[in-house]
């Protein structure tokens, strides 16, 4: 199943420049981004605009404390289907999406698995009652690995912008 490849968006030094603030401080204000870039606030702005229409900038999120919030145990599952047809993915898919516990998914390769979930959770009762009650349910789930997170070493959400020209 090949997905259609996606038409790059070219953008020059001064976006590069807007996305690395926006990804620092997505709760900048237009004329603080306009100041931080050498802008004024209007091309600022237009600049943004045209970054979100072109699909660059997806959307501006929160990021919050989960310790803080009581959610202190991340784990990182391998996942084992007992088919590879594009209806299991889908429908598995389509599953893990619906669990609000589940923060990253992902079709992989190289490993015995072919998915790996980041799922953070309060502690290990509600990992457990996670696993067994949700993830192992899942039609065509065959096989399951569990990792904890033990400390975060890199916890990062801006992306590499240097390598574009």
């Given at each position: 199943?090949?997905?259609?490849?996606?038409?790059?968006?070219?953008?020059?030094?001064?976006?590069?420049?807007?996305?690395?603030?926006l990804?620092?401080?997505?709760?900048?204000?237009?004329?603080?981004?306009?100041?931080?870039?050498?802008?004024?606030?209007?091309?600022?702005l237009r600049r943004v605009r045209a970054l979100e229409e072109g699909g660059i900038i997806v959307r501006t999120v929160t990021i919050l404390d989960h310790?803080?919030?009581?959610?202190?145990?991340t784990a990182i599952i391998l996942i084992g289907m007992d088919s590879h047809t594009p209806e299991r993915f889908a429908a598995f898919e389509e599953q893990?999406?619906?669990y609000p516990e589940v923060q990253e998914c992902y079709l992989i390769t190289g490993q015995s698995a072919d998915?790996?979930?980041?799922?953070?959770?309060?502690?290990?009762?509600?990992?457990?009652?996670?696993l067994l009650n949700h993830i192992t349910r899942i039609p065509g789930v065959s096989g399951v690995h569990s990792s904890f997170?033990?400390?975060?070493?890199?916890?990062?959400?801006?992306?590499?912008?240097?390598?574009?020209?």
């Open positions: 199943m090949a997905d259609k490849q996606k038409e790059l968006v070219r953008i020059d030094k001064m976006d590069r420049k807007i996305l690395e603030y990804q620092k401080d997505g709760s900048l204000t237009n004329q603080q981004l306009a100041d931080k870039v050498g802008l004024s606030p209007s091309p600022c310790k803080k919030l009581g959610l202190a145990l893990v999406g619906e998915y790996m979930l980041k799922v953070v959770v309060p502690d290990m009762d509600h990992y457990h009652h996670f997170v033990l400390r975060r070493v890199i916890d990062n959400t801006t992306l590499p912008l240097g390598y574009l020209s």
